[in-house]
């Protein structure tokens, strides 16, 4: 028996999510398929975390156990042969038994890509949340700084959660900023909101952005995401915001 860690890149979009759902269409579900087909066995993928609908993945990491003799050097051709296009295995190892990916993550870092723009990019409309107005960056940047450390993030949680545990640690929660390459002006044009935690929470990064949105706009101000934060309360924060400009960028181990 050996057990095979793999990272894996995907695009989210035609997706309803990573993990197994009894109406299919997963990513989870392709990978398993696609092992089927190389191997004849029917494995159990465990992944470092699952990744909604429409959500995409840098570097997500999996593993399974395998009888198989297929030398490892030779995996990432066999199953990318085998897998759709909107889907890419980058690299493969033999690690312990006992490894778990989602048991052994020690640190994730998500992505939340936004174009703020008139119109969209239609070569990046896949991939970042389309914003038509411009958004205050340092107010949004003040906001975010009260997030680092070890909280309760009950307010930055779905109600559907099954965590009765909602401490998670922020490591890092940054905003990049970029020059929009589709015209000639030097403004400012993309945002990209990095976190990086011990774990996240069901959509915490999509509520942390959504609320991030409500105090850019002008609607809240900074100073209020400490106290959404200190009120333990789902109803205190701001929108969900949609999957379309999430990615899983890292896991570190």
Same mark, same amino acid.
Request: glycine share 8%; proline share 4%; with cysteine.
């Given at each position: 028996m050996r057990n095979l860690r793999f990272i894996i890149s995907?695009?989210?979009t035609a997706y309803s999510g990573f993990q197994t759902q009894p109406r299919g269409n997963t990513i989870q579900d392709e990978l398993?398929?696609?092992?089927?087909?190389?191997?004849?066995?029917?494995?159990k993928i465990i992944s470092s975390g699952r990744t909604d609908a429409g959500v995409h993945a840098r570097g997500q990491v999996i593993n399974f156990l395998t009888n198989s003799a297929i030398p490892i050097e030779r995996w990432c051709l066999a199953l990318n042969t085998r897998?759709?296009?909107d889907i890419v295995v980058l690299t493969a190892e033999?690690?312990?038994?006992?490894?778990?990916?989602?048991?052994?993550?020690?640190?994730?870092?998500?992505?939340?890509?936004?174009? !703020?723009?008139?119109?969209?990019?239609?070569f990046h409309r896949n991939f970042e949340f389309?914003?038509?107005t411009?958004?205050?960056?340092?107010? !949004?940047?003040?906001?975010?700084?009260?997030?680092?450390?070890?909280?309760?993030?009950?307010?930055?949680?779905?109600?559907?959660?099954?965590?009765?545990i909602r401490v998670r640690t922020i490591y890092e929660a940054r905003i990049e900023t970029a020059a929009d390459e589709m015209t000639d002006e030097p403004k400012i044009g993309r945002l990209?909101?990095?976190?990086?935690?011990?774990?996240?929470?069901?959509? !915490?990064?999509?509520?942390?952005?959504?609320?991030?949105?409500?105090?850019?706009?002008?609607k809240r101000a900074s100073s209020d !995401?400490?106290?959404?934060?200190?009120?333990?309360?789902?109803?205190?924060?701001?929108?969900?915001?949609?999957?379309?400009?999430?990615?899983l960028w890292q896991v570190e181990y």
């Open positions: 995907y695009n989210g398993e398929r696609s092992i089927k087909q190389l191997t004849g066995e029917k494995v897998l759709p296009n033999e690690v312990p038994l006992d490894f778990h990916s989602r048991k052994a993550a020690k640190r994730k870092t998500y992505c939340y890509a936004i174009r !703020m723009a008139r119109f969209p990019n239609v389309h914003h038509y411009p958004l205050d960056v340092e107010a !949004m940047r003040e906001a975010l700084e009260c997030l680092i450390g070890e909280h309760d993030f009950s307010s930055f949680c779905t109600v559907r959660t099954d965590k009765e990209r909101v990095i976190i990086t935690g011990s774990g996240f929470l069901y959509n !915490m990064v999509r509520i942390i952005v959504g609320t991030l949105f409500q105090i850019g706009e002008g !995401m400490r106290r959404i934060l200190e009120a333990r309360d789902r109803s205190q924060a701001g929108p969900t915001a949609e999957a379309i400009g999430l990615t």
